[in-house]
């Protein structure tokens, strides 16, 4: 079965803008999660969909946000982005909540912010 | 504080090694347990993972990993290194309905 889909795959946004990443998880997944991933500071939690409400927020500001369709299909923005959110974002779903279930990530998108 | 870490940020090992990357946590409660590998620009993918029972875990790619209480630990081992194993590895816990990441243990295999 297909794994999880990450689209695009690349993206380069200019300072201020705002940007929507997709992902699509696996068939029958409910809980979608997201991070994001910088060399400074490691794979950091964003946040967790199941069932289309957020389940779970890391500590991020609020310029970062997400939703899940009924179809399990997420996305997430960041708005008035900065040069510091330059990083890979990375999508997990599993199908119960993450911490309980074994999570597949999927390819992830590279955001670069000039 | 509650955290997970893995104390190497980098290794470097001979092919056909062997080789142990470490991991400790810090929870009040036995949380699962995982270890994951990323190839570079790739996203991660699941060696294996330690929910509960027996204390030695088999996963993919000849890699095994020991849960140890007594030590908070969960480190993964593998008796040869192949050349194809070079990546970033990352322990991960979860200790609630969440999962945390350690900072990662990049692996460097020499021919």
């Known amino acids: 079965k297909a794994g999880v889909t990450q689209t695009p795959r690349y993206l380069i946004k200019t300072r201020g803008q705002q940007v929507t990443l997709s992902c699509s998880p696996i068939s029958g997944h409910r809980s979608v999660s997201w991070y994001q991933q910088t060399p400074g500071q490691g794979l950091q939690f964003l946040f967790e969909?199941?069932?289309?409400?957020?389940?779970n927020k890391g500590n991020f500001p609020g310029r970062f946000s997400g939703r899940q369709f009924s179809n399990s299909r997420s996305e997430m923005n960041v708005s008035t982005l900065e040069l510091g959110d330059s990083a890979l974002y990375l999508c997990?779903?599993?199908?119960?909540?993450?911490?309980?279930?074994?999570?597949?990530f999927g390819q992830g998108t590279r955001l670069t912010v000039v | 504080a509650q955290s997970v870490t893995q104390p190497d940020i980098h290794i470097t090992v001979s092919e056909g090694a062997s080789l142990e990357l470490r991991c400790n946590y810090s929870?009040?409660?036995?949380?699962?347990l995982f270890w994951y590998v990323q190839s570079p620009g790739q996203g991660l993918q699941l060696l294996l993972k330690y929910f509960s029972g027996d204390t030695l875990v088999q996963g993919i790619k000849g890699f095994e990993a020991e849960f140890k209480r007594s030590q908070s630990s969960f480190n993964l081992r593998k008796p040869s290194v192949h050349w194809s194993d070079a990546a970033e590895y990352f322990c991960a816990v979860a200790p609630g309905d969440d999962m945390r990441f350690g900072a990662g243990t990049r692996l460097t295999v020499k021919p």
């Open positions: 997990a779903s599993s199908l119960a909540l993450s911490g309980v279930a074994e999570a597949f």
């Open positions: 929870y009040g409660a036995t949380p699962y």
């Open positions: 969909y199941f069932s289309e409400t957020q389940r």
